[in-house]
């Protein structure tokens, strides 16, 4: 299962961002392939909002992420890619971005949310790096005001796609992914082991969460 069939991508490095550096590349055509199945979920259901997690941690999933929203901010639709990763981020460092502002300065009513995205320069992509550490990132993202957020950042682009934590490892990764109208899992091939993939569907379930399909990472 993935986006109505298993989309892989093959020969991937992590912290490579490839669709921006080599568009031309077969890596690249693989994410058109990916960007592709996934606008066509947009157009038949009203999913706006892309969580992409994992069973585990180094899998690749966040470089898998960046590159698809640079792929998809290619076009003429308005991207918004947003680094939910409260533990680990990495998006500001694939991007080469201060992350002295973010998403918990946002939650912490520290800082506006215009204030606090970045443009990228990149197509029509738009970044909301994580932001300075918080000590509790289940209780702040499980927080009203991350709703609310989402809510308005959905009136101002065609697409939103979060860079989401471990779903087997953090207990926040389900509260996104019932907030997200989709989910894409991001595993790896020959590291991500099938009952660790098994057991992370089962969790999404439990969190109500609209799983649509799974994108292999062939090393």
Same mark, same amino acid.
């Given at each position: 299962?993935?986006?109505? @069939?298993?989309?892989?991508? *093959?020969?991937?490095?992590?912290?490579? =961002?490839? #669709?921006?550096?080599?568009?031309?590349?077969?890596? /690249?055509?693989?994410?058109?392939?990916?960007?592709?199945?996934? @606008?066509?979920?947009?157009? *038949?259901?009203?999913?706006?909002?892309? =969580?992409? #997690?994992?069973?585990?941690?180094?899998?690749?999933? /966040?470089t898998i992420t960046a590159n698809l929203s640079v792929s998809m901010a290619q076009q003429k639709e308005r991207i918004l890619l947003i680094d939910a990763n409260l533990r680990d981020p990495i998006i500001h460092t694939v991007f080469k971005l201060s992350n002295e502002t973010g998403l918990t300065d946002v939650l912490h009513n520290k800082t506006l949310l215009n204030q606090a995205i970045n443009n990228t320069g990149i197509g029509n992509l738009d970044i909301l790096?994580?932001?300075?550490?918080?000590?509790?990132?289940?209780?702040?993202?499980?927080?009203?005001?991350?709703?609310?957020?989402?809510?308005?950042?959905?009136?101002?682009?065609?697409?939103?796609?979060?860079?989401?934590?471990?779903?087997?490892?953090?207990?926040?990764?389900?509260?996104?992914?019932?907030?997200?109208?989709?989910?894409?899992?991001?595993?790896?091939?020959?590291k991500t082991g099938m009952e660790k993939a098994e057991e992370a569907r089962k969790v999404l379930e439990l969190a109500h969460a609209n799983l649509v399909g799974a994108i292999i990472i062939e090393k």
């Open positions: 299962m993935a986006l109505n @069939k298993r989309s892989q991508v *093959k020969n991937f490095k992590k912290k490579n =961002l490839v #669709t921006y550096s080599n568009p031309d590349s077969a890596i /690249s055509d693989q994410f058109q392939t990916i960007k592709t199945n996934i @606008k066509f979920l947009t157009e *038949k259901r009203n999913n706006q909002i892309f =969580l992409i #997690t994992s069973p585990g941690i180094g899998e690749g999933k /966040s790096t994580s932001g300075n550490y918080s000590p509790n990132p289940a209780e702040l993202i499980g927080h009203e005001w991350m709703r609310e957020i989402l809510k308005q950042l959905a009136d101002s682009y065609d697409m939103i796609l979060i860079d989401g934590p471990s779903v087997l490892k953090w207990t926040e990764t389900r509260i996104l992914a019932n907030l997200s109208h989709s989910v894409v899992l991001a595993v790896a091939r020959g």
